[in-house]
């Protein structure tokens, strides 16, 4: 997948075969433990809009390519554009 593909925060999604929106807070994040392998990444973690964070568990790990509909898409401007051409080289070089 394509950085400059990646949805902002603030974007609101319904996944394949899920009901529940679920709004992202942040983009290429690590999973750190629990059900999930270990250090595995994933293009974003949610959170169920439009309750947000209800405490432990209420965060889900998702990939662009599971979304099924963009219900809304995040605020952009030019510090996103920086951030995304920062994180482009990032993963250029890493």
Known sequence: ???RDLLPIGSV????EGEQPLMIYGIKQKE???LFQKGKEYDY????????NMGNGSSFFANH?????????GFEDEEREKF???LEKYYENN
């Open 1 to 3: 997948m394509r950085i």
């Open 13 to 16: 999604i319904i996944m394949k």
């Open 32 to 34: 750190a433990g629990g």
């Open 45 to 52: 973690i949610c959170v169920p809009y439009p309750h947000g």
């Open 65 to 73: 390519e599971d979304i099924d509909k963009i219900l809304f898409r």
């Open 84 to 86: 995304l051409n920062e």
